[in-house]
């Protein structure tokens, strides 16, 4: 009586590499670029949760020189305000590490801006950008 083998052929094996390969090569573009929306919206949170601080402090003073409440430096960001006066200021997120080449703006108009992103990606003078070709996040 022959015995029967078992396990795989070379054919079906090679089928399996060739769909991981496919499933890799759709799957790893799309996590790579929702791994850099999550980072991106780290920034946008952290200039939007200042701004209300920011009138707070000028509402209370009728000026924003002498605000010290940046957000606080995190891996992926560094905040900074740029001028503060009597009437305006800029809020500055600057990208560092994975996030490195992103700067993202809010004034006190409420105006937003990426005013620098990495090669490959699209800057937007009126919102931060979370997507290469330039599209705004809301």
């Not at 937003?112 to 996040?137: F, H, L, M, Q, Y």
């Amino acid at each position: 009586m022959q015995q029967r083998q078992t396990g795989f052929t070379l054919i079906e094996i090679m089928i399996g590499v060739i769909i991981i390969g496919i499933l890799s090569a759709i799957a790893l573009p799309s996590y790579t670029a929702y791994v850099m929306r999550a980072r991106l919206a780290e920034a946008h949170t952290a200039l939007a949760g200042a701004q209300p601080l920011l009138e707070q402090f000028w509402a209370n003073n009728r000026t924003y020189a002498g605000f010290d409440r940046v957000p606080a430096e995190s891996e992926n960001f560094s905040y900074s305000l740029s001028e503060p006066d009597a009437g305006s200021y800029t809020l500055v997120a600057t990208g560092q590490a994975s996030a490195a080449g992103f700067v993202f703006t809010i004034d006190q108009s409420g105006n937003r801006a990426t005013t620098a992103a990495p090669d490959g990606w699209a800057t937007n003078d009126e919102c931060w950008v979370d997507r290469k070709e330039g599209t705004c996040s809301h």
